[in-house]
């Protein structure tokens, strides 16, 4: 079996919601990418779709093979382009949008030490805590925190966003200290608009667990959160990049560290793999071994 080809047949059958769609795509007959499908499923060891005969769905491990899948196809077309883009170097311009936190903790850096290696080129940071149009904005490159990835952009994962549930000591002064995670449905907790903002989620000692959580103040941007949270407004969930600082001189506080908040994805994110720029491809390959060195993104 051609595993490169059953796993595009895959991803196309996710994407266009039916076998004869991702035929119809890819230029196979119905038969053929059943096929694919059934070898596909016999070389991994499990059912990835549940289908009907009037709709397909994602089994559990159906979801978590199609970031794999997409990541391998990325790659492969990354190789098959390393003959093609021989010494054509990277010039022009990258707009890219971000949000305000993994900018100032990531993006930043990067595109400066990246921009002091190519001459010739320019790099457009757009700063927004929300999903972007790419195309109507004229978005190169979006990186995003997420587990919910749009099917029908690209998407390359970079690496994983560890979260902390933190507070300040005038806060834990004022308030007592939780020992579980229900605990925190009695204290006032700071919520991110786009993430969290009723349920926390979290693999514990025992297993997964959620809490429903409110507060006082909630916000769009999760760097006002991080701002109040210092300031003993309350307890808040935050990415450890943003926090590790404020962790290490103790200004804020680590809770409930036996759980582990539920951890996000990392993804640069853009509309298609064909015909991608140079200097596209050059930022992302860059980006990536730049945070394959740091423990912040690992696994």
């Not at 919601?17 to 007959?29: D, N, Q, T, Y």
């Not at 970079?158 to 002064?173: E, F, I, K, Q």
Request: glycine fraction near 8%.
């Amino acid at each position: 079996m051609d595993r490169l080809t059953a796993l595009r047949v895959f991803v196309s059958v996710v994407e266009q919601g039916s076998l004869s769609g991702a035929g119809e795509k890819l230029e196979m007959s119905r038969a053929m990418v059943t096929r694919y499908l059934a070898e596909l499923e016999q070389w991994m060891g499990a059912r990835l779709l549940h289908r009907t005969t009037r709709r397909l769905s994602l089994t559990g491990p159906g979801e978590e093979a199609l970031n794999r899948a997409r990541a391998m196809l990325a790659l492969g077309e990354e190789m098959e382009q390393i003959a093609v883009r021989g010494d054509e170097a990277p010039k022009g311009q990258l707009r890219i949008t971000s949000s305000y936190s993994l900018s100032e903790a990531l993006l930043v850096g990067a595109a400066n030490d990246y921009l002091a290696c190519y001459a010739g080129t320019a790099i457009d940071i757009l700063l927004l805590d929300r999903t972007v149009n790419l195309v109507e904005e004229r978005i190169d490159l979006a990186v995003r925190i997420t587990n919910d990835l749009d099917p029908n952009l690209v998407a390359r994962r970079l690496g994983t966003c560890h979260s902390v549930v933190c507070a300040s000591p005038a806060y834990l002064a004022r308030h007592p200290t939780p020992h579980k995670v229900q605990d925190l449905a009695l204290h006032n907790c700071l919520t991110y608009t786009y993430f969290g903002k009723s349920l926390w989620e979290f693999q514990g000692p025992d297993g997964p667990e959620s809490v429903p959580v409110s507060g006082n103040l909630s916000a769009n941007i999760s760097n006002l959160l991080l701002e109040a949270t210092l300031e003993g407004a309350g307890i808040s969930l935050q990415p450890r990049y943003s926090v590790q600082p404020h962790l290490d001189t103790g200004t804020l506080v680590p809770l409930l560290e036996q759980w582990q908040p539920k951890r996000l994805g990392v993804y640069a994110v853009y509309g298609t793999r064909k015909q991608m720029s140079p200097l596209l491809r050059s930022f992302l390959d860059f980006l990536v071994e730049r945070m394959a060195v740091d423990p912040m993104w690992r696994e």
